[in-house]
């Protein structure tokens, strides 16, 4: 039988699927809410243009990695692209596990942790939050030395629950934790803090970040930045050319214009003020820290109002069972997005 072939570990997992896109209204997915502006679209398409289509592209996206260590203020050495810093997580599960060993992670967080993990053949460690989603840190560093685990991930802001650990826990984590400890910062611009000024403090540092939250959702573009001996040791698994020409294009000319990065950003934090006051004005409604590009909110009763959102063409994400139980996970849209969801919120 062919499935004999076929991995046991894998029997229960299920294809990624990432529903239904053609709402009015997408509040789901923590993107941003506005397109490009036209004049560096039609910039951009002119680089399309005189792009070079036979040839590979710079297999370790040199160019790309250079603006970004100029925008995050770090060296260039120190920066790796990937395809999504989804590629990037899945880059440090393949580098760092042998089948069997463990990795720690807090519960809830990004679930592409847990997944890599596993298809790497490695186990998460899920570490419960408290009831008000906070993280227990010294539980957390015991745990993941008790359970001699090789890599923590932790995202901070935490997706889905927007909670934060202070600077000085994620050292005290950093410096606790007899492993790697990676940082996903894929909220940093609405949040404003990073770690990224430890990497060369540390050794078992790694920093990750992505554009998908600031405009670029749709060309697949993230980094990790670490010191220069883990960065030897990962760039062994990175996939050659994994970071596409046109890809590298777009970022490039973004990256040079970084005021397209802040502008958007500004207008997504103004929108966050302004959702936020308006839902702390509604009763009967639990709403946790905001400092990313999304609300998480706890609802008397979620399917029903998921429900009744889906009906006007609204989506946002909804959490049914377990610790996010009655939880909306809001995106943060344009003024008119959010005026819609509040009016059909209750
Ligand atoms: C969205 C998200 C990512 C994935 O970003 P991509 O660069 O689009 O792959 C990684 N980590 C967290 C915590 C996220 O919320």
Known sequence: MIQDFFRKDLSDFESYNAGKTDYKVRL???????????????????????????????????????LYSLYANVNKTNVMAGNGSDECIQIIAHTFLNTGEKVAMQSPDFSMYGLYTKVAGGIPIEFPLSDELELDVQGFISMANREKVKIVFLS?????????????DIISIIEGCKCIVVIDEAYF?????????????????????????????????????????LMLELKKVKPPYNVNAITQSITSVILKNPEIINNNVKNIIVERSY????????DGLRLYKAEANFILVEVPNAIKVKKRLIEESINVR?????????????????????????????
């Open 28 to 66: 789901n997915a923590n993107e941003s809410f506005d397109n490009l502006g036209e004049a560096v679209r039609r910039e951009i398409g002119k680089v399309i243009e005189n792009s070079i289509y036979n040839r590979y592209p710079d297999a370790d996206a040199l160019e790309v990695c250079e």
């Open 156 to 168: 901070n802001p935490n997706n889905p629950t927007g909670n934060i650990i202070k600077r000085e």
């Open 189 to 229: 611009e609405f949040y404003g803090q990073s770690i990224l000024d430890k990497i060369d403090t540390y050794d078992n540092l790694i920093v990750l970040r992505t554009c998908s939250k600031i405009g670029l959702a749709a060309i697949r573009i993230g980094f990790m930045i670490t010191n220069n001996v």
């Open 275 to 282: 959702l936020w006051e308006k839902l702390s004005n509604i």
């Open 318 to 346: 909804s959490f049914s069972t377990g610790p996010l139980k009655n939880c909306l996970r809001i995106t943060i849209g344009s003024r008119q997005e959010n005026d819609s969801l509040l009016t059909n919120l209750i």
